[in-house]
């Protein structure tokens, strides 16, 4: 039990300054990786990042090739990433972020079909994890393609900040 109550204390320790006043609102289902809302109060600064593409893993394949950028997860990762880097930038972090925007486009290796577990494997790492519990409004959609022809994924992220 007191192991139970030093993980909680030591996890809303983590959490950015301002979390508790931003409302996280769970759906029907508690285990749910994402959320069903947030709220944001008055006098909170609102970041929106722009679509996000991954970076080249292998700049030995063409461009313009899947095998440039690596599977789904692979590409998940080197989004989520790039995120990061961008909203320390603004100082913030992933415990930050409210709501992900996700375009996935069908992987041709699975009959052109989202690989959406491979994408919340990734998203796993970086959201309702022990060290940066919280969780995010998430929309994931499989789009026809996106800007270059190995891109899996783009993400949108909108995170907020006590002004």
Known sequence: MKALILATALAVLSLPA???????????????????????????????????????ADETKPKDSIDAYGDTKAQSISVFEKIKALLAAQGLGMGDVIKLTVFLVGDPKLGGKMDFKGFNEAYGLYHGT?????KVARSTVQVAALANPGFLVEIEATAVKKQ
């Open 18 to 56: 301002f979390a508790e006043d931003v409302t996280r609102i769970t759906g029907s289902n508690p285990q749910s990786p994402i959320l069903a809302g947030v709220t944001v109060p008055g006098g909170t600064t609102v970041v929106y990042l722009s679509g996000q593409v991954p970076a080249m």
């Open 130 to 134: 022990a060290d940066q519990p919280n």
